[in-house]
């Protein structure tokens, strides 16, 4: 049973126009949700948070919102670059009881392609 | 420049024969993860360890062990590996109670199994 989802495998976008990537949940427990980047042949890059309690966070071209009544959140990129283009990965986290570790669940990722 | 390391970056091996992968930080970071990969799937945790504290989950197959010797290096063992285990294998790290549970992953392992 997923607990993250992302529904859309593939998105095409063009250079210096939008790019919005989705991601909903069925947890309610998660307390931050992470969004990773990846390339081929490397591992997952942090790209940007936000706390469950919080619905905005934004990082220069990256804003990530969240909509805890619907357990949706979206990444969105203004304006996208080529160089944007790789694997996107949706994560929730929470904390293991009594540790300081995390525990992360990913999506299955969406590959955004920016063209030129 | 600090950072996790996976050596090496592709494994083969034969059903049945044992493997270890090599994980390495030198981000000084007390909790490193394993996860399993395979492909178009979400990364799927296997164990951390939080310091020297072993934490599997629930559904990671007994085939899968891991090792921790010291604070930079974590070691995944497949003891009999079967063609279902090929897969990129990821290591992460985070530091003790690090902001919203942020994982630096190394580039991963990805090993086949003939």
């Known amino acids: 049973d997923q607990q993250v989802k992302q529904n859309s495998p593939s998105l095409s976008v063009q250079e210096g126009r939008i790019s919005i990537l989705n991601c909903d949940y069925t947890n309610s427990m998660f307390d931050y949700f992470l969004w990773y980047k990846k390339y081929p042949a490397e591992g997952p890059t942090f790209l940007i948070s936000?706390?469950?309690?919080?619905d905005k966070n934004e990082d220069g071209r990256f804003t990530v919102f969240l909509n805890k009544s619907a357990k949706h959140l979206s990444l969105h990129i203004v304006p996208s670059q080529p160089g944007d283009s790789a694997v996107y990965f949706c994560?929730?986290?929470?904390?293991?009881?009594?540790?300081?570790?995390?525990?992360?669940?990913f999506g299955k990722g969406t590959k955004l392609s920016v063209i030129p | 420049d600090a950072m996790v390391i996976q050596n090496p970056r592709y494994q083969v091996t034969q059903f049945g024969k044992p493997v270890t992968l090599s994980c390495s930080q030198t981000l000084n970071h007390n909790v490193m993860y394993w996860y399993q990969q395979k492909s178009s799937q979400a990364p799927k945790l296997l164990f951390h360890?939080?310091?020297?504290?072993?934490?599997n989950e629930a559904d990671t197959p007994d085939n899968f062990q891991s090792r921790r010797p010291n604070t930079s290096f974590c070691f995944l063992d497949i003891r009999s590996p079967g063609l279902g285990d090929a897969a990129m294998y990821l290591c992460?790290?985070?530091?003790?109670?690090?902001?919203?549970?942020?994982?630096?992953f190394g580039p991963g392992t990805r090993l086949t199994v003939t």
């Open positions: 992460a790290t985070s530091r003790d109670r690090g902001t919203g549970g942020e994982q630096y």
């Open positions: 936000i706390s469950s309690i919080k």
């Open positions: 360890y939080y310091d020297k504290d072993f934490n």
């Open positions: 994560a929730a986290s929470r904390p293991y009881s009594g540790a300081g570790s995390y525990q992360l669940t």
